[in-house]
């Protein structure tokens, strides 16, 4: 089996999740995986001493809302937004697990 340097083989990698490459198409993947992995050779060779790990290249900062106490509806309000379905002050849901 044709491996890069590395030992990435796209036909053993394609066997293995059972996807049928023609031979074009494993020369081609193969071609693009080996290009792939020498950039990230590249990129292994920058100095990156005192940079700081980041998930997003900008900030990002919370953009909700100030969770502030505030007025909430009375059971009577409730009650009478909730379903035909309610009764002796509860609101029937349907079930939705099985045991």
């Known amino acids: ?3 890069t340097k590395d030992g990435m083989d796209v036909g053993y990698v394609a066997h293995l999740a059972r996807i049928d490459l023609t031979k074009e198409e494993t020369v081609l993947f193969q071609g693009q ?3 792939v992995l020498h950039y990230v050779e590249q990129l292994g060779e920058l100095d990156v001493d ?3 790990p ?3 290249a900008f900030p990002v900062y919370n ?3 100030k969770d502030e106490v505030g007025q909430s509806l009375g059971h009577a309000e409730v009650m009478a937004n909730a379903p035909a379905a309610a009764s002796d002050d509860h609101i029937r849901v349907p079930k939705i697990i099985d045991q």
């Open 33 to 35: 995986l080996d290009q």
């Open 1 to 3: 089996m044709p491996e």
């Open 63 to 65: 953009v909700l809302r």
């Open 50 to 52: 005192g940079v700081e």
């Open 54 to 56: 980041t998930a997003h």
